[in-house]
């Protein structure tokens, strides 16, 4: 009977999804799911949902929330982490507004960026918080963080803490199926190989039975010249070899190539929206209809969905073997030309023994010094929260790729010093 703790569990229809799955699965539906959330309302729902989903699928598991987290944490088997520092409206919103201000304008902002930058120096103090807990709580845990920045939240908690991390995207599952079903191709029976960082790791194999796809793969996508919304990936492909694990829209501000000031008809072009957030409220009006739906309903089911969560924890609890692409610590150069304190994300192999991070080798020479350039902007951002060092919140500004394409010193140190004194009070490493 394991306990799994899910913090941020007011997620509702995220926490419905992998505790769901948790219910589905033989070896882990007698646990013991323990909600923990910042906010009483959205938590309350969570737990109202999840016992009701749990007496369909057949009552087995527990579920409780808890006002504490400590408690919630305490003697826990796993943690799932789905946590986000800060309302959307206003502080999540001031990751696009205040950039823009100065000219810089992002698509989503969760992952690199002004909004990455500042959207980890917000979550890693808390994060952190919880590392010490764990560590004396639950000392053996296996952290499953899903929480953005990736690379940045889950490689300050494997450079800083004893806590063990594996960070978890549901980008690689789909990878090889959308790139082929968007060229009008079959994806059964397709074997993949995917590494580099998340949100931009490379889809490096594509094969159906020993067949090498990407010739027809290239020839299709160059032969697809309407508009449509995958036109950045498929440029990289062109461009750099490979396709990228991460939507065009999410993945085109980690470079420096398309939202330009200069150049305002790239995002038509490309289609990338950049005011997506302005839409914000209705759209969380219309997000929290569909969960009070999904909570009133009392004939809710699930049916187990491809999320990694289940299946490591299965495979611990079995010993039944499963890969996964996990964001991992770069120990022992599992990718060779990437920095060693890089989080990095490659195929690992789970069993009884925990999460085993496979040595990969080298990427494609121009795949690797495209990570480097989100790599570089992601260990200064860790740098910073873990220093208390602001100087290099200005390092790791200056250095990414899409700021400083765009913006002089100048206006990257007056951007950041607007960004810090906003969140001011999120940045407790900081001397204001």
């Known amino acids: 009977m394991p306990k799994i703790t899910f913090i941020g569990a007011g997620s509702s229809i995220f926490a419905k999804n992998l505790l769901g799955d948790c219910m589905c699965t033989p070896s882990l539906k007698d646990s013991h799911f323990a909600l923990y959330d910042i906010n009483m309302e959205r938590l309350n729902q969570s737990e109202k949902m999840l016992q009701n989903l749990n007496r369909n699928l057949g009552g087995h598991a527990t579920v409780q929330a808890y006002t504490d987290r400590r408690e919630a944490l305490r003697g826990a088997d796993y943690v799932i982490n789905a946590i986000a520092v800060?309302?959307?409206i206003p502080t999540i919103t001031a990751d696009f507004t205040i950039p823009e201000k100065y000219g810089l304008h992002q698509t989503v902002a969760d992952t690199l960026g002004m909004g990455g930058l500042f959207r980890g120096l917000r979550t890693i103090p808390v994060m952190l918080d919880m590392a010490r807990d764990m560590e004396e709580l639950c000392p053996d845990a296996l952290l499953l963080n899903y929480t953005n920045p990736m690379a940045i939240v889950t490689g300050a908690m494997q450079q800083a803490t004893g806590v063990k991390t594996v960070g978890l995207c549901h980008s690689v599952q789909v990878?090889?199926?959308d790139l082929l079903e968007g060229l009008g191709m079959d994806s059964t029976d397709v074997h993949w190989k995917i590494a580099g960082i998340n949100h931009q790791a490379w889809l490096l194999e594509v094969k159906?039975?020993?067949?090498?796809?990407y010739p027809e793969i290239r020839r299709r996508?160059?032969?697809r010249t309407e508009s449509h919304d995958d036109m950045v990936r498929y440029e990289f492909m062109k461009m750099f070899g490979y396709y990228v694990t991460e939507s065009s829209s999410h993945g085109s501000e980690y470079v420096p190539y398309y939202h330009k000031r200069l150049y305002p008809e790239l995002k038509e072009k490309y289609n990338l929206p950049t005011t997506g957030y302005r839409n914000w409220g209705k759209g969380k009006a219309a997000f929290w209809q569909e969960v009070n739906e999904?909570?009133?309903?009392?004939?809710?089911s699930h049916d187990r969905s491809n999320e990694y969560a289940s299946y490591i924890m299965d495979a611990i609890e079995t010993n039944r073997p499963f890969e996964i692409a996990g964001n991992v610590l770069n120990t022992g150069g599992l990718i060779s030309n990437l920095p060693a304190n890089a989080c990095v994300e490659v195929p690992c192999l789970v069993n009884a023994n925990g999460v085993i991070p496979t040595y990969f080798g080298e990427l494609p020479p121009q795949c690797a010094a495209l990570n480097r350039t989100n790599i570089n902007m992601q260990l200064l951002t860790i740098e910073a929260a873990l220093t208390g060092k602001k100087e290099h919140v200005y390092h790791?500004?200056?250095?990414?790729p899409h700021t400083s394409s765009e913006l002089s010193i100048d206006d990257i140190v007056a951007?950041?010093?607007e960004m810090l004194e906003f969140n001011r009070?999120?940045?407790?490493m900081f001397q204001f």
């Open 396 to 400: 790791a500004a200056m250095l990414d």
């Open 425 to 428: 009070d999120f940045l407790p």
């Open 208 to 213: 159906r039975h020993g067949e090498d796809l």
């Open 294 to 300: 999904m909570i009133e309903n009392k004939n809710l």
């Open 86 to 88: 800060g309302e959307l």
């Open 221 to 223: 996508a160059a032969a």
């Open 415 to 417: 951007m950041c010093d």
């Open 175 to 177: 990878c090889a199926k």
